[in-house]
């Protein structure tokens, strides 16, 4: 993993094998929590954890549906998303992204896990932006669920 950090945005490169979210956990936290938003992030991967959100039967929304692919071929057409930060400290990755199979299928949504197949580059900006907070609250009756929420009066940094 290389990270490079500049006055308004942080570059990373991760290799062969190297997690997504680990690579956007150390960049954020070698910018010292300034830069919370991921853009541009692009590469291959050998294996994608991702699901999409779903309704059930009464139309209470719930975590959704969640599928792996592993041990592929799969290019990355973009992933963004942005790093929040919970009551306790802890960092949360919120991402999402859409990708293509080996067949040019097209698939994507929440990923929850992502493994660099060849490379990985992405870029964390967002100099003075409010912080995201990660929260868990119920949303159309569901259950509480993971949320990150803009919290203007606390900025990472």
């Keep these: 993993m290389d990270i490079e950090v ?3 945005a ?3 490169h991760l290799d062969p094998g ?3 979210h680990d690579g ?3 960049a954020f936290e070698k ?3 300034r ?3 991921v853009v541009s992030c692009i590469g291959s991967l050998r294996s994608i954890d991702y699901g999409l959100a779903a309704c059930d039967d009464d139309g209470i929304v719930g975590p959704g549906l969640r599928f792996q692919r592993t041990d592929d071929a799969i290019e990355i057409g973009g992933i963004q998303g942005h790093v929040g930060i919970d009551a306790d400290g802890n960092l949360s990755p919120h991402l ?3 990708v ?3 067949t040019g299928e097209c698939f994507g949504g929440h990923i929850f896990e992502a493994v660099t197949l060849i490379t990985m580059e992405f870029a964390l900006i967002g100099e003075r932006a409010p912080g995201w907070s990660r929260v868990h609250e119920p949303v159309l009756g569901s259950p509480p669920l993971p949320l990150l929420k803009p919290e203007p009066s606390r900025s990472h940094g």
């Design 6 to 8: 500049g006055t308004g």
């Design 10 to 12: 942080t570059l990373v």
């Design 18 to 20: 190297e997690a997504l």
């Design 24 to 26: 956007v956990i150390a």
């Design 31 to 33: 910018s010292q929590r």
């Design 35 to 37: 830069l919370p938003i």
């Design 96 to 98: 999402h992204g859409v």
């Design 100 to 102: 293509f199979g080996r």
